[in-house]
């Protein structure tokens, strides 16, 4: 069966961390770029991270810095770190799965999706 289960999400304070995690089964990992996008209440989604099949790392310009994007080919799974977290950073964590594209920031590239996992940054 094809799909991704992101887990990791929770209630924390302002400042704190967290560490999202996405595992992929049902298709050939390694091949496919990952990406991370979140989606707050009543806003659309908005892109916050993505790694390529090849390593290559890129970040939404306003979360540079606090957020890392890592994979981990040999469990099949991405991982979202989160320093420094804000409340503006409560939302629905999804992750996405894209083959053969390099429109990373594009949710509309993406083939595949998890079902979400939610972060609640309290002030």
């Known amino acids: 069966q094809v799909q991704l289960v992101e887990s990791g999400g929770g209630l924390v304070q302002s400042g704190d961390s967290l560490r999202l995690s996405c595992a992929a089964s049902g298709f050939t990992f390694r091949r496919y770029s990952m990406g991370w996008f979140r989606q707050a209440p009543g806003k659309e989604r908005e892109y916050v991270a993505a790694i390529s099949n090849e390593w290559r790392t890129y970040y939404a310009d306003s979360l540079k810095g606090r957020f890392t994007i890592s994979r981990d080919n040999a469990k099949n799974t991405v991982y979202l770190q989160m320093n420094s977290l804000e409340p503006e950073d409560t939302a629905v964590y999804y992750c996405?799965?894209?083959?053969?594209?390099?429109?990373?920031?594009?949710?509309?590239?993406?083939?595949?999706w998890g079902q979400g996992t939610q972060v609640t940054v309290s002030s």
């Open positions: 996405a799965a894209q083959l053969g594209g390099t429109n990373y920031y594009n949710a509309d590239f993406y083939n595949l």
